[in-house]
C-alpha cells in the first residue's frame, strides 16, 4: 500500500481491532499540508479552485511503452519546494478546501496491489486519534458509526471524482494539449522567482485541433474546464505577490 502526501501509516480499518478508536475532530489537520507547495485537485473542483489558485498540470506514473505518460492536475498553493502559502496560525486562510484536504486524516486505499477492493483507511500517525477523546468510529455493535458512514461516503465520492478526473486527463492527453510551461516573475524586492516542471494546455494546439474534436470537448463540458483553467493561471501573478510579502 502507498502512502500518499501528507499522510504517515495509512492502516485498514478494521471493527474489531479498531472498535474503541475515536477522532478528536477539533484538532487542526492543516498542519499536515504546511509544507506542500500543491494538492491533486479533481475536475469537479476546477469552478471553486480557479478563483484562488492556479491549476496546472503534472506527469505521474511511470513512463509506459508509447511515452504517453499520465498527467493529474494541482491545485498550487506556493512558488517554492516546501512553502505553502495558505496556511498560517495553523488555519487554511484560503476560501476553498481541496478535497483532497478536507478527507484527512482517512482515505481510500488498495489493500494490495492484485485486488480492485477498496478500504477505508486512518492515518495511524494523526494525533487525533485515541481510545479516550473524540467521536466514536464504531458503535457498541462494531458497525460503522453516522460519523464513519459520512467519512466513507466522502471518500467513495471522492475516488469516483479522481477517477473521472484520471479519466479526462488521458483524454486530453491523448489530443497532445500539454506542454511544458515555466512562470517568471520579479518580486518587489527585485528578486528573480522562477517555476518551472508544470505542464499548460497549450491554446495553440487546442485553437489548431479539427473541428469535430472541438465539438466532443463542447458537449463533454472539457472546454469550460480548460478555459477555468486558463483562467486560474493569472493567479500565478497572485501567489508571486503573497510569496513576496512573506519573503
Not at 496491489?113 to 486512518?122: G, I, L, R
Not at 458503535?139 to 453516522?146: A, F, H, K, Q, Y
Request: proline share 4%.
Amino acid at each position: 500500500m502507498s502512502t500518499p502526501p501528507m499522510y504517515g501509516n495509512l492502516v485498514p480499518l478494521d471493527r474489531r481491532l479498531h472498535q474503541n478508536l475515536r477522532l478528536n475532530t477539533e484538532i487542526p489537520v492543516v498542519s499536515r499540508v504546511a509544507g506542500l507547495n500543491s494538492l491533486f485537485l479533481a475536475v469537479v473542483e476546477f469552478a471553486e479552485a480557479c478563483k484562488e489558485y492556479p491549476i496546472v498540470f503534472v506527469r505521474v506514473g511511470d513512463v509506459p511503452a508509447d511515452g504517453k505518460q499520465a498527467v493529474a492536475p494541482l491545485a498550487v498553493l506556493g512558488l517554492k519546494a516546501g512553502s505553502n502559502l495558505f496556511v498560517k496560525d495553523n488555519s487554511w486562510t484560503g476560501n476553498y478546501v481541496p478535497a483532497y484536504l478536507r478527507r484527512y486524516p482517512f482515505s481510500m486505499a488498495r489493500i494490495d496491489q492484485e485486488s480492485d477492493s477498496m478500504a477505508v483507511c486512518y492515518d495511524s500517525e494523526w494525533a487525533g486519534f485515541s481510545q479516550t477523546e473524540g467521536t466514536m468510529l464504531f458503535g457498541t455493535d462494531n458497525e460503522p458509526s453516522e460519523f464513519l458512514k459520512n467519512v466513507q461516503n466522502f471518500l467513495e465520492s471522492f475516488e469516483q471524482e479522481a477517477e473521472r478526473t484520471r479519466l479526462i486527463c488521458q483524454q486530453l492527453n491523448e489530443l497532445d494539449l500539454f506542454r511544458e510551461m515555466r512562470f517568471e516573475a520579479t518580486l518587489a524586492s527585485g528578486d528573480k522567482l522562477d517555476v518551472d516542471g508544470f505542464l499548460a494546455v497549450d491554446e495553440k494546439k487546442l485553437a489548431e485541433l479539427p473541428d469535430d474534436e472541438v465539438l466532443k470537448l463542447h458537449r463533454s463540458g472539457l472546454l469550460s474546464l480548460l478555459e477555468m483553467h486558463r483562467v486560474s493561471m493569472g493567479n500565478m501573478s497572485r501567489l508571486a505577490a503573497k510569496h513576496g510579502a512573506t519573503s
